[in-house]
T-cell receptor
């Protein structure tokens, strides 16, 4: 069974640009969560989608947004990029995202802002 | 006070040693607990998952949860160089869609 797939693996952007990251969950998983990982803050929750609806959101500015498609694939978008957005962005999937279901992570997209 | 505290290490041990990794938390709503292992340039890999207080064993790994003390541990027996990685604790609360809260991770090196 294929794991969570994230594309691209690496991205370099400049300040002010926008970026879109993609995540394909494990087959049969309908919940997709996004996390930002930095050396200073560790892993921080961005948002979670289930059946194309955002069900939960972390404390990030509105520049961070996402969506989920009918096949459960998800994208996240960051607009007006800032230097502080440089991070590893991780996607995790679970069957339904309900309490107690373990989340499985992809290998992330490493975003560097110049 | 942060919701989850984890000693960042780094922790360096000889091969074969018993390793103890720990996290404390402040939110009583946390009901289930996970340990993830993250190798360099890879995503976190789920190692252990527990719901209640007590011990759970899987091979060389034992997860321990003490809800009364708000303290969780991961023990690695007979540690191997391949165990060298960053270990992250994560916690979730009851009731709805998932939002895990992570510790910052402990970097472990097992020396041959």
């Amino acid at each position: 069974k294929a794991g969570v797939t994230q594309t691209p693996r690496y991205l370099i952007k400049t300040r002010g640009q926008q970026v879109t990251l993609s995540c394909s969950p494990i087959s049969g998983h309908r919940s997709v969560s996004w996390y930002q990982q930095t050396p200073g803050q560790g892993l921080q929750f961005l948002f979670e989608y289930f059946s194309e609806t955002q069900r939960n959101k972390g404390n990030f500015p509105g520049r961070f947004s996402g969506r989920q498609f009918s096949n459960s694939r998800s994208e996240m978008n960051v607009s007006t990029l800032e230097l502080g957005d440089s991070a590893l962005y991780l996607c995790a999937s679970s069957v339904s995202g309900l309490t107690g279901q373990p989340q499985h992570f992809g290998d992330g997209t490493r975003l560097s802002i110049l | 006070q942060k919701e989850v505290e984890q000693d960042p290490g780094p922790l360096s041990v000889p091969e074969g040693a018993i390793v103890s990794l720990n996290c404390t938390y402040s939110n009583s709503a946390f009901q289930y607990f996970m340990w993830y292992r993250q190798y360099s340039r890879k995503g976190p890999e789920l190692l252990m998952y527990t719901y209640s207080s007590g011990n759970k064993e899987d091979g060389r790994f034992t997860a321990q949860v003490d809800k009364s003390s708000k303290y969780i541990s991961l023990f690695i027996r007979d540690s191997q160089p391949s165990d060298s990685a960053t270990y992250l604790c994560a916690m979730g609360s009851q009731g709805g869609s998932e939002k895990l809260v992570f510790g910052k991770g402990t970097k472990l090196t097992v020396n041959p």
